[in-house]
């Protein structure tokens, strides 16, 4: 008897004391494609939001004003459809009560959920190409983009190469006729004539993977580069394998992707001097930390280079809510537009940017890469940031 | 725009585009014609192959040649245990084919997708060189896809003709009830045509998973191109399936060359529609 | 004596039967109260999205239902929704119509091409009417895709107008979709269970008999068919409006499929079947969230069950499942 009242005695002592049980629960909702084709991409944004909040209970929870929260990760699939990413946010916002999203990252679903989201006063960061999803009549008052947009590097990367490259006169764009595509390819039209450049395109149905016809036809307009713009990482490969099977001996390049570890897989040695955006460089003595933290958690899988930047919006969410010292969304919102030079660790200083294409300056301006394949590895050109306007 | 090497470069990529769309319709067309069955499973079938070379050639490294018909023989010989399961309550039913052939479809794919993930993978190339003649060029492997379906519509042709199952085969296409009388045994002229052409379908899918990728869902695309190809040349007559094959490969070379993908596209469906409205029994068919 | 015997037994059978029918009654009041009652007590939004996902599904499952009675599987039904809801939605955003006159034009629209295409597809048989639908279906979604001045292409229409402030909380939305779907799976319970319904039955069993005895066979097939593409014209219209954007991958191959599927799983023969199977194949993966390509496995399985063993789907497998229990609780009795 006395040995179990000393229990009692121990247990209520352990239940009463300490901060370890003063902690609150903070649920943070998470939305990508978890089924289908876009699974890599979700895992990315599942693995890099895991990635800051493992970092944050690591360190005893977020303290936002008096108190101490422990994130938690609340996922859904939205299968990269506009109904999935509605159903997600319906079922975050209203069965889970959550304020806070990350993701998605495709723009059907993004737009989607922000029809749900705006209205609740529930904070988006997500990723998508499409400007519309920051640039609308309501200004956008409760989402953020936290990757670049083709809006965002496209036209820092055309200048580099027309730098590099003087004497290119004419470029082809193939690509989907899917939403991706059908956005992109206009917009990267504009940068490359802004740059002195002919533009040849052609836009194939999404699904067909035989492009030696429309290479021909492309060869026959005697263009000097190729651009594999938004085309999917696996199409993109094979259009690089075909067209140097076809003779192609112009320069190929991606403004897009980045699918270089496809094409070094499926082209092999006909990747030689293939040049392409990268969203992250994994050979930076910065990321080291990441990429062992990340193997140790998931293996040695192929790393998508999206995980990095969905680790950094975390990251910046929860430094944003630090600094509101409160959990209400609008003073959330007001931190996260002042978070300007904080810096997560892998990209350098927040930059925020974007009013002078979406009216509101809620786009991360996100450093990225520019890789050429060399010898079958990947070598770093040059690093970028995008012209804040 | 249309000058002679750009001509000479459609002719040929229309060669290397039809032998993989014969190779493709080849199985399917070989199961409606014995057994009246609409094998919306075709894709699926296809895919398997795809996977069975990617473990053969890409993992094991058995030499290509045995790789390829070694594991087109495996997904042949294990898929009968589904022709005694699934397939065989659909012989002669094409409606009901149909449909529940659909949903081996989905069985098949999700199965792959729980087994494998969705992500591509890509099978290492049988051959690396590029061929060049006359300012034309045919990648090598390419041209083993040629030579591919060209034995295996001569082996075919020959096993038809010339064998005796092969003459049984043809009788119980023509008339089961009567072949049966005549004392061939139906019941297994079934089973080698379902061997034979599943066999002719995984090849397919191995090949074609090697050109382009290798996915749960790389069949969509071959159970498409069957269709078509199959509607053109008459569903249930080889000939036609070679003919359908040829006509769809060479037109989207020259058309996709000359006017774009997208007028490609309108075109070969339009034609097929148009096809199926007066003429449903194809070019090479028969109709019912 | 017989006569006296036969009289009362005679009676007792008819009097079962109304009673059977009161209880049915009964059964169908109830679920209409529980499904008009039930947001008042619970207004949680996630069900009330997937209460007006399965009730769209339920117009399109049930509308493809009409076209399958007589005897033809349509893989352009999607299609057909996509013409009504571009339609229906351009009429409001280009020309400034209301919310009414867009839904009319929208399903005329449907109707119309369905009225110019029926008659050239429905002349085909089985397997070719199939295979033509699917070829018209891609066609269809091609021209969504490359038609970018009037449907903006992939990227679709955004910021759909809403119908009316009224409708802009969920639980009204709810309901009028409930409504909606009311009012057309009621329309083809009304074409299904008239003259016209035998008429339909009988041409799908036997065609050429049907002919002969003066049944207008492709008349009535036409009919049918334009009517089901007005109705399903509903579902792409209310839903374009409930998710505030159009795009042609709402409307492909694989929605069409689904619809198909929902008809075969719930069961062909009775109205009920497609409204079960909307139900189940809307609403189980998300319940089941985690177990999305299991499921899709379990259904291609159900496929082929149905196909080879059971045609009357879910609906005949309780119904023969009751008729065991009913008739072993009968043997027991006596």
Not at chain 1, 263 to 286: K, R
Not at chain 3, 237 to 249: E, G
């Amino acid at each position: 008897m006395f040995s179990r009242l000393k229990l009692f005695a121990m247990l209520s002592i352990l239940l009463f004391n300490g901060n370890a049980f003063a902690q609150e629960e903070l649920k943070i909702g998470g939305i990508g494609p978890l089924s289908g084709g876009g699974t890599a991409w979700g895992l990315a944004v599942q693995r890099g939001m895991q990635m800051a909040i493992d970092e944050a209970t690591k360190a005893g929870g977020i303290k936002i004003g008096g108190k101490t929260y422990l994130p938690k990760m609340v996922m859904y699939d939205d299968q990269y459809t506009a109904a999935g990413g509605r159903t997600a946010a319906d079922r975050l916002i209203n069965a889970d009560k959550v304020k806070f999203i990350i993701g998605p990252i495709g723009s059907p679903s993004v737009l989607s959920v922000i029809t749900v989201s705006t209205p609740a006063n529930v904070l988006v960061l997500s990723n998508g190409y499409a400007p519309n999803i920051l640039k609308n009549d309501a200004k956008s008052p409760f989402n953020f983009r936290v990757m670049n947009s083709n809006v965002e590097f496209g036209p820092a990367m055309v200048k580099w190469y027309r730098q590099n490259y003087p004497q290119a006169k004419k470029v082809a764009l193939i690509g989907p006729n899917d939403a991706v595509g059908q956005s992109v390819i206009p917009q990267l039209e504009a940068y490359y004539k802004a740059n002195g450049f002919d533009v040849w395109k052609e836009l194939y149905d999404r699904g067909s993977k035989e492009f030696t016809p429309l290479l021909t036809r492309m060869m026959a307009q005697n263009v000097d580069l190729f651009d594999l713009n938004s085309n999917a990482p696996g199409e993109a490969a094979l259009m690089l394998k075909q067209a140097r099977q076809a003779g192609f001996k112009g320069m190929i390049w991606q403004v897009g992707g980045p699918s270089v570890d496809e094409i070094i897989d499926i082209a092999g040695p006909l990747a030689e001097g293939f040049v392409s955006l990268n969203v992250f460089d994994f050979s930076n003595p910065q990321a080291k930390s990441f990429v062992d933290t990340y193997r140790a958690k998931w293996g040695d899988g192929v790393i998508n280079a999206q995980t990095p930047g969905w680790y950094n919006g975390t990251k910046i969410l929860f430094e944003a809510m630090r600094r509101a010292g409160n959990l209400d969304t609008v003073k959330v919102r007001d931190a996260l537009e002042k978070l300007e030079g904080y810096d997560a660790g892998l990209f350098g200083p927040a930059v925020w940017g974007g009013m002078a294409d979406y009216g509101v300056n809620h786009q991360l301006m996100m450093k990225f890469w520019i890789v050429e394949v060399k010898n079958g590895k990947l070598i770093t050109r040059a690093a970028l940031t995008p012209e804040k306007k | 725009m249309f000058s002679a090497p750009i001509l000479g470069q459609a002719f040929v990529n229309g060669l290397s585009l039809s032998a993989i769309y014969v190779l493709v319709a080849l199985g399917f067309t070989l199961l409606f014609g014995i057994m009246r069955v609409v094998n919306f499973a075709h894709g699926a079938f296809a895919m398997l192959g795809g996977y069975a070379l990617f473990y053969a050639y890409g993992s094991f490294k058995v030499p290509y040649p045995i790789a390829v018909i070694g594991s087109s023989l495996l997904i042949a010989t294990v898929s009968l245990i589904l022709e005694r399961l699934v397939f065989r309550w659909f012989y002669n039913k094409m409606f009901q084919s149909m449909i529940g052939l659909m949903g081996l479809n989905m069985a098949i794919v999700y199965t792959s997708v729980v087994i494998w993930d969705v992500n591509e993978r890509s099978i290492p190339a049988a051959a690396s060189g590029i061929l060049q003649v006359a300012g034309m060029t045919l990648p090598t492997d390419r041209l083993v896809i040629i030579g591919i379906a060209l034995t295996v519509l001569a082996a075919f042709w020959l096993f038809v003709t010339r064998t005796k199952s092969g003459l049984a085969l043809r009788a119980t296409a023509q008339d089961v009830e009567i072949a049966a009388t005549q004392g061939i045994d139906t019941i297994f002229i079934y089973k080698l045509a379902f061997f034979v052409a599943i066999f002719m379908t995984a090849l397919a899918g191995a090949l074609y998973a090697q050109t382009y990728a290798l996915s749960p869902f790389m069949g969509d695309r071959p159970l498409m191109v069957a269709f078509i190809v199959v509607i053109l040349g008459g569903m249930g007559s080889i000939p036609g399936a070679a003919l359908g094959g040829v006509l769809l490969g060479f037109s989207e070379s020259f058309l996709s060359t000359f006017y774009g993908a997208a007028v490609s596209s309108f075109v070969s469906f339009g034609v097929v529609v148009a096809l199926l409205v007066f003429r449903p029994w194809g070019l090479l068919g028969k109709p019912e | 004596m017989p006569g006296a015997a036969a009289a009362p037994a005679a009676r007792s059978g008819r009097l079962r039967e109304s009673r059977m029918r009161a209880r049915a009654w009964l059964g169908w009041t109830i679920l209409a109260v529980a499904l008009v009652a039930w947001p008042l007590f619970n207004d949680n939004r996630f069900i009330l999205t997937m209460g007006t996902l399965v009730a769209f599904s339920a117009i399109g499952a049930s509308s493809l239902n009409l076209i399958i009675r007589t005897g033809h599987v349509s893989l352009a039904h999607a299609a057909f929704m996509g013409v009504a809801a571009y339609a229906c939605v351009l009429v409001q955003m280009r020309l400034g119509l209301s919310f009414a006159m867009g839904l009319v034009i929208g399903c005329l629209a449907s109707g119309l091409l369905a009225l110019i295409l029926g008659p050239i597809m429905l002349r085909l048989t089985g397997k070719y009417f199939v295979l033509v639908t699917f070829l018209v279906g891609e066609i269809i979604r091609m021209v969504f895709v490359e038609w970018g001045s009037l449907t903006g292409g992939s990227n679709g229409i955004q910021g759909v107008p809403s119908i009316h402030p009224i409708f802009d909380s969920p639980i009204a939305f709810y309901y009028l979709a409930l409504g909606a779907a009311a009012v057309c799976v009621g329309i083809a319970l009304r074409i299904l269970s008239s003259e016209i319904g035998r008429a339909i039955d009988s041409v799908r069993e036997a065609e050429r008999v049907a002919q002969c005895s003066g049944v207008p066979v492709i008349q009535l097939k036409v009919t049918i068919f334009v009517i089901a593409c007005m109705l399903v014209g509903v579902q792409g219209a209310l839903q374009a409006h409930f998710l505030k954007f159009v795009d042609p991958t709402a409307f492909n191959i694989d929605v069409s499929l689904n619809l198909v599927v929902m008809n075969v799983i719930g069961g062909m023969h009775h109205l009920v079947g497609p409204l079960l199977g909307s139900v189940f194949i809307v609403s189980l993966p998300e319940l089941l969230r985690g177990y999305v390509e299991l499921q899709r496995v379990i259904f291609g399985v159900i496929l082929i069950v149905v196909m080879a063993a059971l045609p009357a789907g879910m609906v005949g497998a309780l119904a023969w499942a009751r008729r065991i229990i009913a008739e072993s609780f009968a043997a027991k009795k006596r």
